[in-house]
Each structure stands twice: as C-alpha cells, then as structure tokens.
C-alpha cells in the first residue's frame, strides 16, 4: 500500500546459547605458571617453570599439540633476555603441571 506508514525495521532479538559459549571459554587455551628463580653468579639466573593447562582439550580444536612462546623480558627497559618456543602436548595437559 502507498498510504500506509513505513514499517520499522527491528533486528531479531539476540539469542545467544549459554552452553556454547560456556564451551568455547573453557577450551580456550590458557596456562598458570609458576617460577622459582636462583641466582647463580651476579649475572646469571637458574629459572624453572613449572606450567599447568588450565583448559579443557578438544581434539578438533587443538589438535595434538599447541604452540606457545616463552620469554624473560625487563619490562622496564624493553629488553627480551631470553626465549624458546614450547609445545604442549595433548598428552601433557592431560597429565597435569609439568
């Protein structure tokens, strides 16, 4: 009809599903890590790293293995001392801090 009103045209109301969501959040891949740090000479440092998955593994989405970047860096000076690259196994998360 030419005379009628022109109708609004409203979005759909968001459905957002809370379980998939929740799903996603929690296969996102994260870790804790714990350092214990020794001095050994004035300029030298022992590191150890002890690293826990703190995600549940999907073998969809991870695959067998994710890669991850470790680096000791002076914040203040903008200065990277030392990194490695670290894969974590799906075998690994599973079994805990490693």
């Not at 073998?59 to 994710?66: I, K, P, Q, R």
């Amino acid at each position: 009809m030419l005379n009628s009103p022109p109708q609004r045209l409203n979005p759909p109301p968001l459905r957002v599903n809370c379980a998939q969501v929740r799903q996603c959040l929690e296969t996102f891949p994260s870790v804790t890590l714990e350092a214990n740090v020794q001095p050994i000479t004035r300029s030298v440092l022992r590191v150890r790293l002890t690293i826990e998955a703190t995600f549940k593994w999907r073998d969809a989405t991870h695959g067998n293995a994710l890669k991850w970047l470790l680096w000791v860096e002076d914040s203040n000076n903008e200065h990277i001392y030392h990194s490695e690259t670290f894969f974590l196994t799906k075998k690994a998360a599973k079994e805990g801090p490693q």
